[in-house]
């Protein structure tokens, strides 16, 4: 703004801060003002205002950020009027009459200038140095908070997004829709090639979890996600493929695509178990993939621990034989819910009730939710709570059709009491993203010993109930609790010792057969580590170094011999790590045990066990996450996403879980690196 009638104001004092290397200090009559050589804002100049007010404004001007600081004091000096000497600035002194400088060059102004800053009175930092505007790098900044937080790409094309970063910053141009894409695909080729260098370099094993997905439009998904545990014994999942399905898709596609995704990969030869969705579906699809693997190099354990299956999956198949055969009463309470609350009358004539016989709970009466089967829980387990108002309801309420009858209602009670149990239990397993696979054999054990008890209830619909849900719960301890028993022996709060217990349990007379049978179990998969623990490294070497076809078959045809020579040559040694292991006391449990940091701790002393449970304590015992876990649904694809490409589609969800995943300070990059702003307002 022009300033009219004004001369530059005499100082009685030199103007030390450098503020003042941004502002002309003027005078009108008896005021000082100063003005901004920038934006020529006026603002109050006088010694009696300090500079705080100075440095807000130079925070908010647009302007200024564009300005070269010799640009200023170009300015300055050309007005040729009272003004602050280069001398005082402490830069290089200017012949006008010449026009050149006589020394070399000006030295660093932002770093001058924060030095001055700090010597000032007030404990404010601050950066009023010029920052370089990147346009490169904001716009991967603003593709990188796309597919971290799941924006739609057509985001930036939204007009209140315009605005708001044009006010921001107005040198920033906003791309397309279709820029956007290309941004977030090379942030995925980078996060994919430091994934991909994080797996071939790990000396362990990789546990892939298969996970099947939906959309409102019927189309398929299929989620491939690696669990491993690192050098520094960290637990990882990351997200390797999301691919799209034809709606036809049969068990060899799938097998197919996992397959070709281990290829591409190239981690085949580094797998130790994959855990599937369903516990029945996928028979056909799991031989093929281990008939594949098979072929390059035999499975651990004859391929006993590679199919694992999803707990989560087990629990909801469990809930939905319940609530199948409870289809009636259920219904009955869902409807006497709805007809207290069909009127004020009825709801106020309930609550008298149920005040008359002394129920003070603080539940109320809900509706469950269709699509999500804990409400179900939820609504049943109030409902018992107000039987005796409901019978009061019942004598007192012609209009009230669908009571339960007493025998309704002791069932409306056992099948709460097995829902409670499954709640409970799904809750353990979903409540912790990161929990190692010894924590859930005492879970599974407990869920084993109460299906027993329930099959033993006189009550004819009860045990039918009760035996339906442990004939699918058999069908998984079939498959995984040998996986599950020797990632508790490896824990060593409980070793063989929690299996014993355990096991007497659930089959009593016949225990010592089955803890047998864990106990040669866990020694000959140690015997496989112990013969093959440098087999790890050699896995992990190119594909073109790796040995001819022929030299496998011929290790393969003297695996027996590997394993006769070591047995023998036990007894003539010192024990295995294994035997000390399991001869030594159990630690004390306590609520801050870490079981990786007690690996990481005691790996010198047990070298080839610590292999070992580093690969199956990484085993994923559970794929859903807690928003899915209750569903009575899979896991579904929003709207969005499933109009994209199936290769953008694959790179936005795998990128959103790669940068999830990274420590904050890493995963959030800016273009300049300024010092933080923190200023207090000034009133003017």
Request: glycine share 4%; aromatic share 10%; proline share 4%.
């Amino acid at each position: 703004m022009e300033i009219s009638n004004e001369i530059p104001a005499k100082k009685s004092k030199r103007l030390t801060s450098v503020v003042w290397n941004h502002f002309e200090r003027v005078k009108k009559a008896d005021l000082q003002y100063a003005v901004c050589l920038h934006c020529k804002k006026k603002l109050s100049g006088s010694s009696n205002s300090g500079t705080t007010h100075l440095r807000n404004h130079l925070v908010r001007c647009l302007k200024r950020s564009n300005y070269d600081v010799s640009q200023i004091l170009s300015a300055k000096r050309k007005r040729k009027d009272n003004t602050i000497g280069p001398s005082n600035l402490g830069v290089p002194t200017i012949d006008y009459e010449e026009g050149k400088i006589k020394d070399e060059i000006f030295s660093p102004v932002p770093l001058r200038i924060e030095q001055e800053l700090r010597k000032e009175e007030t404990n404010q930092t601050i950066n009023i140095g010029s920052v370089k505007f990147d346009q490169e790098h904001s716009r991967l900044d603003l593709a990188r908070m796309i597919m971290l937080h799941g924006y739609p790409l057509a985001m930036v094309d939204h007009v209140g997004f315009k605005v708001f970063v044009k006010n921001l910053q107005p040198m920033f141009e906003i791309n397309n829709n279709g820029a956007i894409e290309l941004d977030c695909m090379a942030i995925y080729g980078k996060e994919k090639q430091k994934v991909y260098e994080a797996i071939h370099h790990l000396h362990g094993r990789i546990n892939l979890a298969v996970d099947m997905w939906g959309s409102p439009e019927s189309s398929g998904y299929i989620c491939l996600t690696a669990n491993y545990i690192d050098a520094n014994w960290t637990l990882h999942k990351k997200m390797l493929n999301f691919i799209s399905l034809e709606p036809s898709h049969t068990d060899d596609i799938l097998s197919e695509v996992i397959i070709k995704s281990l290829t591409d990969w190239d981690i085949d030869r580094k797998l130790f178990s994959m855990t599937f969705d369903d516990c029945s579906d996928y028979e056909i699809m799991v031989f093929r993939i281990k008939d594949w693997l098979s072929q390059n190099k035999p499975l651990l354990k004859n391929g006993e621990l590679f199919d694992m299956r999803c707990v989560t999956h087990l629990l909801k198949s469990i809930v939905q034989e319940v609530t199948e055969a409870c289809q009636n009463v259920i219904h009955k309470i869902r409807e006497s819910i709805g007809h207290i609350k069909s009127t004020q009358a009825i709801l106020g004539k309930f609550n008298e009730f149920a005040h008359q016989i002394g129920i003070n709970s603080e539940r109320r009466l809900v509706i469950d939710c269709p699509v999500q089967w804990n409400s179900m829980y939820l609504m049943l387990e109030a409902a018992i709570e107000y039987r005796g108002a409901f019978s009061l309801l019942q004598e007192h309420d012609a209009s009230y059709s669908m009571f339960l009858s007493d025998t309704e209602w002791e069932w409306a009670t056992s099948i709460t009491g097995y829902m409670k149990f499954l709640f409970e239990f799904t809750s353990v397993f979903v409540g912790n993203k990161y929990t190692t696979a010894n924590m859930f054999f005492p879970e599974i054990c407990d869920m084993h010993i109460q299906f027993i008890d329930w099959c033993k209830s006189p009550d004819e619909f009860l045990s039918s109930v009760a035996l339906k849900m442990k004939n699918k719960f058999d069908v998984y301890w079939s498959k995984c609790n040998l996986s599950l028993a020797i990632a508790a022996i490896l824990d060593p709060r409980f070793k063989m010792k929690l299996v014993e217990y355990y096991y007497r349990q659930i089959y009593g007379t016949d225990a010592p057969v089955h803890i047998k049978e864990i106990s040669d179990g866990i020694r000959e998969l140690f015997i496989e580590y112990s013969m093959g623990s440098t087999s790890l490294d050699q896995d992990s070497a190119p594909s073109g170094s790796s040995l001819p076809s022929s030299s496998n078959v011929t290790r393969d045809k003297l695996k027996g011999f590997d394993k006769f020579l070591y047995e023998t040559s036990q007894s003539q040694s010192m024990a295995s790590d294994l035997d000390k292991y399991l001869e030594e006391p159990v630690f004390p449990r306590n609520y801050d045990f870490s079981i990786l940091n007690w690996w990481k701790v005691h790996t010198p002393r047990y070298p080839i066990l610590s292999m070992m449970a580093r690969d199956i304590l990484g085993i994923p015992v559970s794929t859903l996450e807690s928003e899915v876990a209750f569903r009575n649904s899979g896991r579904v694809l929003d709207n969005y996403r499933t109009l994209l490409s199936p290769d953008t589609r694959e790179a936005l969800m795998c990128g959103q879980d790669w940068l999830k995943t990274e420590p904050e300070a890493s995963s959030l990059t800016f273009s300049s690196s300024p010092l933080p702003l923190n200023v207090e307002p000034v009133n003017l």
